[in-house]
């Protein structure tokens, strides 16, 4: 069996896996981080969103053994200090979630969407978050609470953005 | 849902991987490559595929990556879509791709997925391959005995079933640039903005001086098994002075674009059928024309 | 976390546009507070079913029928059984003498047919994906392996897809009873005096097509034992119901059996039943001894979560010249799918009393026939009847407004109960209470723009614009807060509508609140610490809800029909006060007064006229030291009340919507959406707000995404989230919201429920704004899911039916299955295809406003 090195939240883990083990079952099964759900097998939900060295991506949707040597964080790792994300503050700030299923993913996609975008309008937010779905809320207060993540952050840029790793995906081109 | 068991391989090069490509395939065995993994670990995840082994081609650097070479675009198989739609150089030299990388699936699976992978898989739903259909790319694969190329009018040979021979691997996709003039568009139509593409139009169209549509190259998605060339409009095109409609009431780019769906075969799925199919194909040429002369 | 938001943001945003009273600083009720619920849910330390691990644990995985219907001739499950890391494999056989049979607590008439229903098929298969085996194993991926070593040999029977060829003489059976479930009548007035001699009438037939749920938790169960009792955990709305039914139908004592729903991922109605999965992991844990878990896939869930709507719907209005509506006649056809689950019948008869809408009118009839086919069983989804109900009234409003060249909202006001009129005791027996329709439509069409959008569509309508604009409104009320007890039985319904709470002062002044109500995703634990914090003038952070364990909360009637606040809400009230009268008792004994003199305000006793008081905190200490206590008096501060209603509640609404429809493609683009609500007194904007969002999503959904597909064969096409279609964010507008208040006078709180209502208003909104764009060409219906295709045909087949049109186009109208066409106004469902096109269609307008029929094809 492979034997992957992984760091998920700032952990540094050793596993033996199958090859078939999907990263998201890794999380749940193998090392207890149950704050990321699984929602879908076709990697349309989003639930399952995690960012992988820096970026975000579907972790059903994700070998393990894809994933050795890389960095994970899940929504679990978002906290610092015991102080939340900006986008998780904004999220309860705005009334952006209902049973939460979706949560932890839509977290992760918006954060990685102000990566890119850091004042994004509001159809920007909505293209932006088009693999993750929510069946609670109507996506309205998603989109407040992203744009005003995106507010907050900027008067308080980057200090807490997730995944190091920025660097690493320019290395291709 | 759950993967059957495989195993797994993870070449440490390009030439290790032909070796186990075609090992496997000489002993009767069932491989699949692994690039991003963004169509198939759905596939294997509903059981809809039993590969015996996966060989993970995602930890090769050398088949990663843009690059500028004088007359064309190279870029690598396993080059992400963010990777290639963030490129200066696809931006600048093949927008086209860009534009159609930018609707692929969603920013996470964009993350993930590779052009290669989107071009290998030959899913005629997917956005890509009538991309490189329309821009005349050129496949350039591998096997143990060497490197050969192959032009993507080829390459597309059956739904899901890419030219690729026995352990033989694709490299990556050479994209003409075509130089200046040209306006390009993808236009994509689908149900919701994560669902396949019901019919997407990929153009490249060049005006002669005199405003007159010189040249048109037209690929269509989800028109067939493959993606196919709209070559009867393409020719239809040609000359065609793109002004408001005539005082006698004729359009004539409507009436090229109506051509659209000659020669293709239109599936037959839950969210079309072959006539509507046909109609949006038609429609949408004339819009995806219209928005490539600007 | 609980703090009150900064001000402004969102309550100024919600209460911006509503005349309601200011909340005031004191009072939590009306307060946009912050979910206490978030800070697990946004941080990951949720509890979802699928996250429990027990020692010891195995996991459960079934084989499923890849038939819609068959007998099953075999099965062997042997060579699974030896499987690595396989405990167990069973065939239905296997668990014939102790699997029993699923519940169906709602037998609507005296001689439904009920037929056996057991959680794992034995003789039969009679949809897809109904279980035929399981396999224990000790990981899940083990148990998925095993599946495939499984023998089932089956011998296919004819499938059952269509309910109009079900119920002909000669069809195929589901169950050897015949496919007629169920015929249900209920009249009021002289329904042929209304049509006799109408000047009008409209007599439409529509398809509510067959829906998918769609919780974005998938299903889960753990069920484990100690041998002595069980505790099941399930990802259920229904707790206390599911502990009643499972002890009833597995013959486990229900006082060996707890019942616990963790935080539980939305539910929409699809939660609301006793599983085939919940009764057999028990099975399992019975027989194996050990916890076992069950953990649906997406796919799995697609076939096998109860379905929804799925009735053929034909409605006939009778009305005067002027619009008045004389009378509504109803005919349902409802597809019960191949079992009745736990209320099957009876949702389709909570839209019975529905069909009347907001309108007065002389005379109403309505015939519901259930009908069995071979698919999976429906049963609630959000609204539940209601929605369908909404839908055709409100469709054949529009088209009588069309009919007569009225404006549609000026035809509901010409028809709907008038404020002064409440009381109204309508003409399906229900007195609605209370209700302003004038002001929230008068709202709403201001907060929409109604008369510049009205302008915008001449224009387009004038120009033919390729893209035209249509406006849909859509004027409901629902019956919602289920249930007077004494009218669930008076419809045969097998429980009551009560809901109980507990409430207890804590030594230290802090307070818990037990609630037999089971959130998953409402904010329970949030409204309801206001609701507790108001009556008990107690700081709302110190207010604790425990919910979802019958072990904690050990009565409980759940959470469904919008009725959690309008029942569960007021029974802490309830609970609340007669702590209050408690805590009264023992400050006057305390001050040594009368307890009529001592009075209550903002967490103190007072002597009345005097400075001298009591804390509500400081009498919880006194009570639990007890060294000072009245006579008699034991030494708690709690109780318990339990509240049955004495009348549904009526929350209403106007929703107007504005789409853009691509008349060359089909395609549809909701432009705009207004909806305003009237839900009574309202004890938190914020989940209001997002209540109705989400509901407005849900219902939009079904008019233009989403349809639970089958193919000839009865298989289901619609098996994941790729062929499923549920909006993202990147399908949907933002949604305006704004309010009306007119409280409930069936409850203190004055509240009405919302749960639903967005669902119920948005569909009729969305589909009426459609047919509004496309009148011109001569559409009057577009069957949901109202995809781009299906509007594209609804043209072709307008443009088909112009006389002296050239055949021009080529797609075959969409086959409409049901009710004979009606001639004089029906669309004509099943008429033969229009010829081919020989080139892209050319579409005439027919409307009288633009005489000419010259092909518009030049101005695109």
Redesign the interface.
Known sequence: M?RITVSVDGVTYEEEV???L?LV?LLRDRLGKTGTPVGC????C?AC?VT?DG????S????A??ADGSEVVTVEGLARDGRWHPMQEAFHAEHALQCGYCTPGMLM?AI??LRDDPDPSEEAVR??L????CRCTGYTNIVRAVRRAAAEMSRAPHERMPGAAEDR?A??? | ????????V?PASVEDACRVLADAEAAGDEVKV?AG??SL??L???RLAYPSA?V?L?RL?EL???ADRGDHVYI?AL??H??VM??G?VREHVPLVALATATV?????R??GTFGGSMAHADPAGDLPAVALALDCVFVVRSSDGEREIPAAEFFVDYLEPALGPGEVLLGVRVPKLGSGWGFHYEK?H??????A?VGVAVAVRRGDGGAIEEARIGLTNMGPTPVRARVAEAALRGVAPSP?GSN?S?PL?EAC?QADAGTSPPAD????P??RR??A???TRRAVGAALG | MTEELDAGLVAGRIAESDQMSEPSAEREMGRARRRKEDARLVTGRTMWTDNIQLPGMLYVAFLRSPMAHARITGVNVSAARSRPGVVAAYSGRDLAGEQGSLPCAWPVTEDIVIPDHPPMAVDEVRYPGEAVACVVATD??RA??AL?AIAVDYEPLDPVLDMTEALAEGAPKVHEAGNRAFTWKFAGGDIDAAFRDAPVVIDRTYVQQRLIPTAMEPRAVVATTDGDGFTLYSATQIPHVLRVMLAMTTGIPEHKLRVVAPDVGGGFGSKLQVTAEEVLALLLARRLGRPVKWTE?R??GNLTVHHGRDQLQRIAVAADRDGRIRGVRVELLADMGAYLMLVTPGVPLLGAFMYNGIYKMDAYDFTCTGVFTTKMPTDAYRGAGRPEATFAIERAVDELAHELGIDPVEVRRRNWITREEFPYTTIAGLTYDSGDYEAATEKALAMFGYDELRAEQADRRERRDPVQLGIGVSTYTEMCGLAPSRVLGSLSYGAGGWEHAAVRLLPTGKVEVVTGTSPHGQGHETAWSQIAADALGVPFEDVSVLHGDTSVAHRGMDTYGSRSLVVGGVAVLAACEKVKERARELAAHLMEASADDVEFDGGRFRVRGTDEGRTIQELALAAFAAHDLPGGFEPRLDAEATFDPDNFSFPHGTHLCAVEVDT??G?CAIRSYVAVDDVGSVVNPLIVEGQVHGGIAQGVGQAL?EEA?HDADGNL??T?M??Y????A??LPEFTTGRTETPATSNPLGVKGVGEAGTIASTPAVVNAITDALRPYGVRDVRMPC???RI??ALAEAEAAVPGQAPAT???PAAVPGFAPVPTHGSTPGAAPPP?PA???IRGFVAPATSESAPE??A?
């Open positions: 492979p199958e090859p078939r999907l079952h097998d076709t990697g349309n989003g969103t992988l970026r975000s991506a579907k059903c949707s994700v070998l053994v894809q996609a990685d969407l293209r932006g088009e693999g993750n779905l995906e290395a291709a081109s | 849902m759950i993967p059957a068991p495989f195993d797994y993870r692994l993994g963004q670990l759905p294997l995840r509903l996966l993970d995602g650097p990663r990556g843009v690598g080059t992400t963010d990777e963030r490129s150089v699936a969603d920013p996470a699976v993350h993930r139509f149900r919701t903005a994560q669902a396949w019901t409609a009431g359009d409507r109506a839950l969210h079309a059928r006539d509507y109609h949006l038609r429609v949408l | 899940r991926y998925a392996d495939e896939s796919s799995e060359e493609t395609r995404f597909v096409v619609t994941t790729a062929d279609l549920i909006p993202s990147a399908d995809t781009p295709e594209w045909r080529g797609p075959a081919a080139s892209e269609p094809g030049g695109r």
